[in-house]
């Protein structure tokens, strides 16, 4: 998977089996950390896939060390990832993606975080799920990497929700594209969080209504399918979601079939959420992000209300 440019920036956990050790235990060496950083650095300079399209997109300074403490399938196509990351430096906004460092590999990576920054406040972990393609960085995920492996990491992005207390309260539309969940599972995670935050504390952002669009080929490559229906089942009057598959040919399960559509999401039913209190948070194939970018525009939704970013 290799990342796109971000075209209009905006405001707005789960265990895969994972084994990770707490962040306190991860004792990389300063040597290591050193490889780690200064490798990362002649590499970003290269002019690779991932680099070139987001050359002109904010990245933060710091490069952390990481280190692999899970790996699960996702699906047939998709490796979910956990990471360790110990330095207290490292933060990343919802929606947000990170360069992908790997020693002896000299083309970066670039992947969404589909974790929530809660995870790595509590925990020190971010999550990633990288598909299966040919570009270097995500063949060694899926051939090469192991638990322990270390690579480095940067944030970067100007695609996500990141609402302070104060702020108004909004509702949010999140567009998926197959493995262009992972920013919204990461935002609407976040979402979540903050509910939670302000049902138990009575103070913080006030989340409005959250409805999730998610196209796939077919259910086994629809990610998060768990993840996504336990937050629906948790805030019923929060989130909803609805799950389309355009290629199926096998029968549907009982516990997806109320939520699956079979076909693409369409304009309609896009445009009936459209409101002056409505966010758009659109990730997937370009033909898929143009359309619906469009859409919205030619509906008259304010430029700043549309948050698109593209992967190739």
């Given at each position: ?72 399938d996702e699906s ?92 108004a309260s909004r ?124 859409q919205l525009e ?15």
């Amino acid at each position: 998977m290799a990342c796109a440019a971000v075209m209009i920036p905006g405001l707005l956990r789960s265990s895969v089996g994972t084994i990770c050790t707490p962040a306190t235990s991860l004792r990389l060496t300063s040597s290591t950390l050193r490889h780690l950083t200064l490798t990362s650095i002649m590499k970003s300079k290269r002019k690779t896939d991932h680099l070139e399209r987001t050359a002109s997109v904010i990245r933060r300074e710091v490069v952390s060390a990481a280190k692999v403490c899970g790996a699960a399938d996702e699906s047939p196509s998709v490796k979910r990832l956990h990471l360790l990351i110990a330095d207290k430096d490292f933060s990343f906004k919802a929606g947000q993606w990170i360069d992908f460092f790997i020693p002896g590999v000299s083309v970066v990576g670039g992947f969404s975080i589909c974790s929530s920054p809660r995870l790595l406040e509590q925990e020190r972990m971010i999550e990633l799920a990288v598909k299966y393609t040919n570009h270097p960085p995500a063949l060694w995920i899926h051939n090469q990497c192991t638990l322990d492996s270390e690579v480095a990491v940067r944030v970067g992005g100007e695609f996500f929700f990141d609402p302070q207390p104060a702020d108004a309260s909004r509702n949010l539309v999140l567009i998926a594209g197959g493995v262009g969940i992972n920013p919204l599972l990461s935002i609407l995670r976040h979402a979540a969080d903050l509910h939670r935050e302000r049902a138990n504390k009575g103070k913080g952002y006030e989340v409005g209504t959250i409805k999730l669009f998610y196209s796939a080929k077919n259910t086994s490559e629809l990610l998060f399918k768990k993840n996504i229906l336990d937050l629906v089942n948790e805030f019923p009057e929060k989130i909803a979601c609805s799950l389309h598959v355009t290629k199926q040919t096998t029968q549907i399960s009982a516990e997806l079939k109320p939520y699956i559509t079979e076909g693409r999401i369409t304009e309609k039913e896009i445009r009936d959420h459209i409101s002056e209190e409505t966010l758009f948070y659109i990730c997937g194939p370009p033909p898929m992000t143009d359309f619906f970018s469009k859409q919205l525009e030619n509906s008259h939704v304010p430029k700043e209300h549309i948050c698109f970013e593209k992967w190739w």
